[in-house]
T-cell receptor, first 109, second 117 residues
Framework: KNEVEQSPQNLTAQEGEFITINCSYS?????LHWLQQHPGGGIVSLFM???GKKKHGRLIATINIQEKHSSLHITASHPRDSAVYIC???????????FGSGTQLTVLP | EAGVAQSPRYKIIEKRQSVAFWCNPI?????LYWYQQILGQGPKLLIQ????????DSQLPKDRFSAERLKGVDSTLKIQPAKLEDSAVYLC???????????????FGQGTRLTVV
């Protein structure tokens, strides 16, 4: 069974700060998702990656397969980035997503 | 492209009552998932459909939860009778095919927030 751990659980930052959220998993995966969840519950997929790095606007996601670790970075953070960020690991054999418990990010103006 | 539609957005019921949630996946998506997300936790898979067949329902509490996807499109999730611990957000997601295939990712609905009092 894949265990997915996220850190930190809660993060408060000032507008403009560089933010890093970490995700580690216990068994090999075929892909890792970073998701954003706003109050009310809806989830938006930010990235799906299986190696290297992806960038979209101010968001950057990296993954190190050997170390079983991924990071989500937000540059020049803004209050509208405030949300819960969840990583989810896709196990190759099970083809199911195992979710981390999420990181509550609050960006203060 | 329309996203995954869920209704209702919010529901408050008393314990021992019944409740049903509805999900309309993205058109053409064969795989549909129901997740339960308890406050402060990540989503947990309840059931996965491939077209109208069940792929995995190992974590579905079958004594009170049921789900169906009769025509391989829309799906309903029912709880009967509800317990206090069922209070959670119920998320529906869909994907074109089975996850793990190249460029296949899951798309999530807005969720239904259930409060059992």
């Amino acid at each position: 069974k894949n265990e997915v751990e996220q850190s930190p659980q809660n993060l408060t930052a000032q507008e403009g700060e560089f933010i890093t959220i970490n995700c580690s998993y216990s068994v090999g995966i075929s892909a890792l998702h970073w998701l954003q969840q706003h109050p009310g519950g809806g989830i938006v997929s930010l990235f799906m990656l299986s190696s290297g790095k992806k960038k979209h606007g101010r968001l950057i996601a990296t993954i190190n397969i050997q170390e079983k670790h991924s990071s989500l970075h937000i540059t020049a953070s803004h209050p509208r980035d405030s949300a819960v960020y969840i990583c989810a690991a896709l196990s190759g054999s099970a083809r199911q997503l195992t979710f981390g418990s999420g990181t509550q990010l609050t960006v203060l103006p | 492209e329309a996203g995954v539609a869920q209704s209702p957005r919010y529901k408050i019921i008393e314990k021992r009552q019944s409740v049903a949630f509805w999900c309309n996946p993205i058109s053409g998506h064969a795989t549909l998932y129901w997740y339960q997300q308890i406050l402060g936790q990540g989503p947990k898979l309840l059931i996965q459909f491939q077209n109208n067949g069940v792929v995995d329902d190992s974590q579905l509490p079958k004594d009170r939860f049921s789900a169906e996807r009769l025509k391989g499109v829309d799906s309903t999730l029912k709880i009967q009778p509800a317990k206090l611990e069922d209070s959670a957000v119920y998320l529906c997601a869909s994907s074109l095919g089975a996850l793990g295939r190249p460029n296949t990712e899951a798309f999530f609905g807005q969720g239904t927030r259930l409060t059992v009092v």
